[in-house]
């Protein structure tokens, strides 16, 4: 395959680039990165936060919902990004604590082991878990488990993206819809997106290094389950409801493109918003007109979807 170099990013995201620390995915990183990247609680006063511990698996939650919450609100279950290997269950609390605003939701963080030390299935039996947890436990909670949605970003969206798929053949778990931002879904690396060279923030040698970590000797074979890399699977008809938003200058492009492009074959309802410019984690940049477009577009859907 012809490696192709990314030709155009957006003029804002561009400025906000210089002097943006390297992110280099690698084994004799991590550990530095993990030391740099442990994200802390943030509170606000408007916002209730409950911890949590499911009762079979030992797996961390934090709850955050309006101190003045109706009771059995809708649920956004998430799961963080980091390439597999970084990252807690905190990572997203701020737009967590928007959303819970401006949606009147509660939002749910699950905090799943990390790769390369438990590959694939430990961080998404650590998914399932929380969900299983809080849709058993949804009256203690206060939350309503017929409109249970999840999502999550770049690795939360590969994990998302494959809890949907068990929740479909047989986790007995309903799902309102699931929430994909700028997912991994392929670690195959046949599109041309997966090839462009010069990316920032999350280099095709990242999204190799992340894919290698979570699939352990599974990676580069065809022993890769569906779940464990959702492009993979064959049949996506009776998934729910599905956003994917992903920007051009970034190498999870095309496998967006491509899984939304399937699931609308498949007959599941889509909604696909492909941000030119926009690089992998441009969410960051909150400042740039691309990322206030983006979050109006997500919360948009997201109320849509609670209704």
Do not use: K
């Not at 649920?75 to 401006?102: F, P, Q, S, T």
């Not at 009147?104 to 299935?121: D, I, M, T, W």
């Amino acid at each position: 395959m012809t490696v192709a170099r990314v030709d155009w990013i957006d003029p804002e995201i561009a400025e906000s680039l210089r002097g943006f620390p390297d992110f280099d995915f690698s084994a004799e990183n991590i550990p530095a990165m993990r030391g740099g990247t442990m994200f802390e609680p943030q509170s606000a006063p408007d916002i209730e936060r409950v911890e949590l511990t499911t009762d079979r698996g030992d797996v961390a939650l934090s709850l955050l919902r309006l101190v003045d919450s109706a009771d059995e609100p809708p649920v956004l279950y998430w799961m963080h990004g980091g390439g597999m290997v970084i990252g807690n269950r905190y990572m997203d609390d701020a737009r967590l604590i928007e959303w819970c605003r401006w949606l009147g939701c509660v939002c749910v963080s699950v905090e799943y082991r990390l790769a390369p030390e438990v590959p694939y299935p430990g961080p998404l039996d650590d998914c399932q878990e929380g969900l299983r947890f809080i849709v058993e436990h949804a009256h203690e909670l206060r939350i309503d488990p017929r409109r249970v949605g999840i999502g999550g970003r770049s690795a939360g969206g590969a994990l998302a993206a494959g809890l949907a798929l068990r929740c479909r053949d047989g986790a007995n778990v309903p799902l309102a819809f699931q929430y994909l931002e700028y997912p991994m879904l392929d670690d195959r690396g046949l599109t041309v997106s997966s090839q462009l060279e010069g990316l920032p923030i999350w280099t095709r040698e990242s999204n190799a290094f992340g894919w290698r970590s979570y699939l352990g000797d599974r990676y580069g074979t065809d022993d890769v389950p569906a779940d464990a890399a959702p492009a993979r699977a064959n049949e996506l008809s009776g998934l729910p409801s599905t956003f994917i938003g992903v920007g051009t200058a970034d190498c999870l492009r095309d496998e967006s493109i491509d899984f939304a492009a399937r699931l609308c074959r498949a007959a599941v309802p889509t909604e696909l918003h492909v941000y030119a410019g926009a690089v992998h984690g441009f969410d960051m940049f909150a400042d740039t007109a691309v990322a206030r477009t983006a979050a109006r577009d997500s919360a948009d859907w997201l109320a849509r979807q609670f209704g």
